[in-house]
């Protein structure tokens, strides 16, 4: 079966420190990878989006930034992180469409909360 | 890019009651509608989806329907129950495209005993 690990799980961090959230995925092959971030009392805000190694896709313009060293490995970085970067950051992955499939259903990490203070 | 409206932001109803949920989107090529529900402090998890071939899906008490033409899509839930307090966010992909969700802002339902 499929799983899905992120950490940590909880963060607090310093103005100007840097950030590495890691993701990685177990029991499949190839899959879309996402990283979205959760503010209080907001919805679902996708950061970053890949479709395979060295794909990423960045959906918002801001001080974060993401790698896919490894098929299932997904990392959400930063040089410096600001007071506006606290909020719960969620991994997903999906497995890409094949024909005569027709679930792409995401499944979420546990996620991490990151307190920028 | 797609853009996904959620409506409203907070519902509470008397338990029994019904809740419906509405959203709207933006991009016609989008062909995968996914409700997700996130309970407190848990991952959201995906309760029904709906497919642009199709206007209206069910399963026992959970349904959506969807209006491909004013591009919008709801969910229904029936003789609500504590238990379905949570967070509900509707979600928008090009299936067999981008494959990317397009999450709305979520809905926050509470069920009054």
């Known amino acids: 079966s499929q799983t899905i690990h992120q950490w940590p799980a909880t963060l607090v961090q310093p103005v100007g420190s840097p950030l590495s959230l890691e993701c990685t995925v177990e029991g499949t092959s190839n899959p879309n990878l996402y990283w979205y971030r959760q503010a209080a009392g907001r919805g679902l805000q996708l950061l970053f989006y890949?479709?395979?190694?060295?794909?990423i896709s960045s959906e918002v313009p801001q001080n974060l930034s993401a790698s896919r060293p490894q098929d299932r490995q997904f990392i959400l970085s930063s040089k410096k992180l600001l007071l506006s970067d606290s909020g719960f950051y969620l991994c997903?992955?999906?497995?890409?469409?094949?024909?005569?499939?027709?679930?792409?259903?995401?499944?979420f990490g546990q996620g991490t909360r990151l307190t920028v203070v | 890019g797609e853009n996904v409206e959620q409506h409203p932001s907070t519902l509470s109803v008397q338990e029994g009651d019904s809740a419906v949920i509405k959203c709207t989107y933006s991009d016609s090529a989008s062909n995968y509608f996914p409700w997700y529900k996130q309970e407190l402090g848990k991952r959201p998890q995906l309760i029904i989806d709906i497919r642009s071939n199709v206007g209206e899906k069910k399963d026992q008490r959970i349904a959506v329907t969807l209006n491909k033409t004013a591009k919008h899509f709801s969910l229904h839930i029936t003789e609500t129950q504590p238990e379905d307090s949570a967070v509900y966010f509707c979600?928008?992909?090009?299936?067999?495209?981008?494959?990317?969700?397009?999450f709305g802002t979520g809905t926050r339902l509470t069920i009054i005993p």
């Open positions: 979600a928008a992909s090009y299936y067999f495209g981008n494959e990317k969700l397009t």
């Open positions: 890949s479709v395979g190694i060295g794909q």
């Open positions: 997903a992955w999906s497995s890409p469409p094949r024909r005569g499939t027709l679930n792409t259903e995401a499944f």
